[in-house]
């Protein structure tokens, strides 16, 4: 299983027989590094095993050597990530916020699937008994009562290593991990981890494949950003139900994949309202929502990420960035969606009642970036230093929009809101 090279395997063969879903079955902590080539084997089993969904899995799961990969033939997809090793599954995990959030380094065992429970117990609210995770308690102060806001920002392609790799250049994220709880076990314990499937994990449960068995073709899972094909219910989903759509909760990805499984069905869901979900449009540049099921705030609906590259001249470290989609696999990008992110937090009436709001987040750049020019490049360097920096912008804009007087009755700490920083991938060299 291991050669030890670094080979790089180009095709689509992973995409097209690993499909995602996930029928989550076993949940407990991951063997120890030092395994036989047996218990690995038996590792990656239960980890395929948690993500199969009978007449949308596929059958035969492909595990890349260690070290190797299977690309895409495209430029925009050089690196690629999804294999069951440690360089894909070790997430950087933490929770952040006085006085809900105990500081720490904690060793227990962590994974995506842990943050929905976690964040139902600070908000203490039940959840489907199908529910799998658990809630991390040890570093948690339920007894704070429930956050006025709650905020989950999934750093998509955010290897846990950068954090080490590139900690001068990443002053917030640092500060985070340490003021926060830093999970340093936590792994994605299912296969593969593909975006589709991992963002429904980290908020909702389950998601399904991007192939079509029937046709024999690779579909979006989300044809016309409908979350038809989302099978669970996500928190957000949960959350909106309990309160009949008086929380305020806000869900925005830089594709819609990502958005939808960590927001849920808004109003397709019956008895859902609307929440607002927004993702970018690669095509038009802009932010776009699907308006059966999700509100599109009108101020978003003008910004467009043309601006971006023609301030910069239409380029980036000497690469061309000028039209919607090349934008997203820059540093610049990352401004842009925390430009939109402002907007809402600073638009919408956050921590406003007693009701706790969700904005959930997945921020793209390190995942675009990473796909074309790999871990160690300097566009992924300017990229992590400009994601910190936007990241820092957006956690002031909250700060700012909770300390406004809503909460005159509760010290400044008890303002924050937790931020949950995550997810996979990338291999090393
Ligand atoms: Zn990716």
Same mark, same amino acid.
């Given at each position: 299983?291991?050669?030890?090279?670094?080979?790089?395997?180009?095709?689509?063969?992973?995409? /097209?027989?690993? %499909?995602?879903?996930?029928?989550?079955?076993?949940?407990?902590?991951?063997?120890?590094?030092?395994?036989?080539?047996?218990?690995?084997?038996?590792?990656?089993?239960?980890?395929?095993?948690?993500?199969?969904?009978?007449?949308?899995?596929?059958?035969?799961?492909?595990?890349?050597?260690?070290?190797?990969?299977?690309?895409?033939?495209? @430029?925009?997809?050089?690196?690629?990530?999804?294999?069951?090793?440690?360089?894909?599954?070790d997430i950087p995990f933490l929770?952040?916020?006085?006085?809900?959030?105990?500081?720490?380094?904690?060793?227990?065992? &962590?994974?995506?699937?842990?943050?929905?429970?976690?964040?139902? &117990?600070?908000?203490? %609210?039940?959840? @489907?008994?199908?529910?799998?995770?658990?809630?991390?308690?040890?570093?948690?102060?339920?007894?704070?009562? $429930?956050?006025?806001?709650?905020?989950?920002?999934?750093l998509?392609?955010m290897r846990k290593d950068y954090f080490?790799?590139?900690?001068?250049?990443?002053?917030?994220m640092?500060?985070?991990r340490?003021?926060?709880?830093w999970f340093?076990?936590a792994?994605?314990?299912?296969?593969?981890?593909?975006?589709?499937?991992?963002?429904?994990?980290?908020?909702?449960?389950?998601?399904?494949?991007?192939?079509?068995?029937?046709?024999?073709?690779?579909?979006?899972?989300?044809?016309?950003?409908?979350?038809?094909?989302?099978?669970?219910?996500?928190?957000? /989903?949960?959350?909106?139900?309990?309160? /009949?759509?008086? &929380?305020?909760?806000?869900?925005?990805?830089?594709?819609?994949?990502?958005?939808?499984? %960590?927001?849920?069905?808004?109003?397709?869901?019956?008895?859902?309202?609307?929440?607002?979900?927004? &993702?970018?449009?690669?095509?038009?540049?802009?932010?776009?929502?699907?308006?059966?099921?999700?509100?599109?705030? !009108?101020? %978003?609906?003008?910004?467009?990420?043309?601006?971006?590259?023609?301030?910069?001249?239409?380029?980036?470290?000497?690469?061309?960035?000028?039209?919607?989609?090349?934008?997203?696999?820059?540093?610049?990008?990352?401004?842009?969606?925390?430009?939109?992110?402002?907007?809402?937090?600073?638009?919408? @009436?956050?921590?406003?009642?007693?009701?706790?709001?969700?904005?959930?987040?997945?921020?793209?750049?390190?995942?675009?970036?990473?796909?074309?020019?790999? $871990?160690?490049?300097?566009?992924?360097?300017?990229?992590?230093?400009?994601? /910190?920096?936007?990241?820092?912008?957006?956690?002031?804009?909250?700060?700012?929009?909770?300390?406004?007087?809503?909460?005159?009755? !509760?010290?400044?700490?008890?303002?924050?809101? @937790?931020?949950?920083a995550l997810t996979?991938?990338?291999?090393?060299?």
């Amino acid at each position: 299983m291991d050669s030890g090279t670094s080979r790089r395997i180009r095709g689509s063969f992973f995409l /097209d027989i690993l %499909l995602c879903c996930a029928g989550l079955l076993f949940i407990g902590s991951e063997p120890a590094a030092a395994q036989t080539e047996s218990e690995l084997r038996q590792t990656f089993l239960e980890r395929f095993a948690r993500s199969y969904f009978p007449g949308r899995s596929g059958q035969i799961m492909v595990v890349p050597r260690r070290g190797e990969m299977i690309t895409r033939p495209e @430029p925009a997809y050089q690196f690629m990530h999804g294999s069951p090793w440690d360089y894909d599954t070790d997430i950087p995990f933490l929770l952040y916020g006085t006085p809900y959030v105990r500081t720490g380094v904690y060793t227990d065992s &962590a994974s995506h699937q842990d943050i929905v429970p976690t964040i139902a &117990a600070l908000m203490k %609210l039940r959840l @489907p008994p199908a529910t799998a995770g658990r809630p991390l308690l040890r570093s948690l102060n339920v007894s704070a009562g $429930p956050p006025r806001v709650i905020f989950v920002a999934v750093l998509d392609g955010m290897r846990k290593d950068y954090f080490d790799w590139y900690a001068s250049d990443l002053p917030t994220m640092m500060r985070l991990r340490r003021e926060g709880a830093w999970f340093n076990q936590a792994q994605v314990n299912y296969l593969p981890s593909t975006t589709a499937l991992a963002h429904a994990t980290i908020d909702g449960m389950i998601l399904n494949a991007p192939f079509n068995r029937i046709t024999g073709k690779q579909e979006d899972p989300f044809p016309n950003m409908s979350p038809r094909n989302l099978m669970a219910m996500t928190l957000a /989903d949960v959350w909106n139900l309990a309160n /009949d759509g008086r &929380a305020v909760i806000i869900a925005q990805g830089s594709v819609f994949y990502a958005a939808a499984g %960590l927001g849920g069905h808004g109003a397709c869901l019956l008895n859902g309202r609307p929440i607002i979900l927004v &993702a970018y449009d690669a095509r038009s540049g802009g932010w776009q929502a699907n308006t059966e099921c999700y509100r599109l705030p !009108e101020y %978003l609906k003008d910004q467009t990420s043309r601006t971006v590259w023609e301030a910069a001249n239409g380029m980036w470290l000497g690469h061309s960035i000028s039209n919607p989609d090349a934008v997203r696999r820059s540093a610049l990008f990352a401004r842009f969606e925390a430009d939109a992110l402002i907007e809402l937090i600073e638009q919408e @009436p956050l921590g406003t009642d007693e009701i706790t709001d969700l904005v959930l987040v997945n921020l793209k750049t390190p995942d675009f970036v990473g796909h074309q020019y790999g $871990p160690e490049s300097p566009e992924i360097r300017e990229t992590l230093t400009e994601l /910190d920096r936007q990241l820092a912008r957006v956690l002031t804009a909250i700060e700012t929009k909770l300390g406004a007087g809503s909460f005159s009755a !509760e010290t400044t700490p008890a303002l924050r809101a @937790p931020v949950l920083a995550l997810t996979a991938k990338w291999r090393t060299r």
